[in-house]
């Protein structure tokens, strides 16, 4: 059976195509008497929406969204929340010749598989257009937990790092790439522009920091809040890899060196560093909640690559059309949406159990 929605005590669904003519998501368990407009959810969408430099895809959509239920009086009812986004701008026409065509690396094949059919206008439900709902009911989380902050970044684009030393907050808004370090930010410039005018695409990596979660969020085996961190995030489109903490870099330390060592606090335990990204044992910390997540090379390129059609003949693809140069870039925001609807869950979940 298919699967469109997410969470446990905080829910959605999300609906529509990448060229149909709309997108939208609902919204359950949100608790009620929470203040909500448009204008809470607007914000967010602007950050993701395409068309804003020549760093991501030319495709314009206003992405501008409208609350259809679920809040009277400015406030949330504690039924569902429906929104809705219209598509204004698609280009089906793009992708008329991979009608009968796979691309390499897209969902083509895979859906073609299960379905017996596809929407080959973009990818359909594969396509990351339908991301800009996961943002939209993301600022509904964040509601939610306004206890916490989350910050996402590009920490990396097409193997090529920031420096930690370099790291500035501030210089995240300053340019198109959601990244921290100048340097590093001029560098990405050229790199992706090479690979735009090439017909190529990079991957990247975006680092999450959550910080104010505080200490007893999540559970112990099936609901461990750093698994469902990991589902949330893997469910992405382009997202092939998510590292909680050190990671996979864990495996390389040390038992002495991978511990966070505790000393007595005013307000609790201090802790010498936070190599298990703000988790132990599926329940937070209250240290920040730290995952980095990897985005995949955008598939959907100008470079001739091998293939086959439907009937099994081998052929040659090109894709046409207006694509992410590199996906993570506009993954940014998407990234912080899901470390806000789990966060969310899980706060409702532990308010559930433990009052």
Not at 313 to 320: D, F, I, M, S
């Amino acid at each position: 059976m298919s699967w469109n929605t997410f969470g446990r005590a905080l829910r959605f669904t999300t609906w529509g195509e990448s060229h149909g003519p709309a997108i939208g998501a609902v919204v359950d368990g949100c608790p009620p008497g929470i203040a909500l407009a448009e204008s809470d959810i607007q914000p967010f969408l602007d950050a993701r929406k395409p068309g804003q430099n020549k760093f991501t895809t030319q495709r314009k959509e206003p992405d501008e969204v409208r609350i259809l239920s679920g809040v009277f009086e400015g406030k949330t009812t504690g039924t569902p929340i429906s929104l809705l986004i219209e598509n204004t701008d698609q280009r089906s026409k793009d992708y008329s010749e991979i009608a009968n065509t796979y691309r390499p690396g897209h969902a083509d094949y895979a859906y073609d598989a299960k379905y017996g059919f596809r929407d080959y206008r973009g990818g359909g439900r594969s396509s990351a257009r339908e991301t800009a709902m996961r943002v939209a009911a993301g600022a509904i989380g964040r509601l939610v937990i306004p206890e916490v902050s989350i910050l996402a970044y590009v920490a990396e684009i097409g193997g090529h790092r920031i420096d930690p030393a370099n790291f500035d907050r501030e210089e995240i808004a300053r340019n198109p790439f959601w990244c921290p370090d100048a340097e590093a930010a001029k560098r990405w410039e050229a790199l992706v522009d090479d690979a735009r005018l090439a017909g190529s695409s990079l991957g990247a990596v975006v680092e999450c920091v959550a910080e104010g979660v505080p200490a007893g969020w999540g559970a112990p085996i099936y609901a461990k809040l750093d698994s469902d961190l990991a589902a949330g995030m893997m469910s992405i489109n382009a997202v092939k890899g998510v590292e909680i903490g050190d990671g996979f870099d864990a495996a390389r330390l040390s038992g002495e060196q991978n511990a966070d060592a505790m000393s007595p606090g005013a307000d609790g335990p201090e802790f010498a560093a936070n190599h298990a990204g703000g988790i132990a044992g599926g329940i937070s910390t209250g240290q920040p909640v730290v995952c980095r997540v990897a985005f995949k090379p955008t598939s959907s390129i100008l470079t001739p690559v091998a293939s086959i059609d439907r009937q099994g003949e081998a052929t040659e693809v090109r894709t046409k059309g207006r694509h992410d140069p590199c996906v993570g870039i506009r993954g940014t925001p998407v990234v912080e949406a899901m470390m806000a609807l789990v966060l969310a869950d899980h706060k409702l979940l532990h308010r559930a159990q433990c009052g």
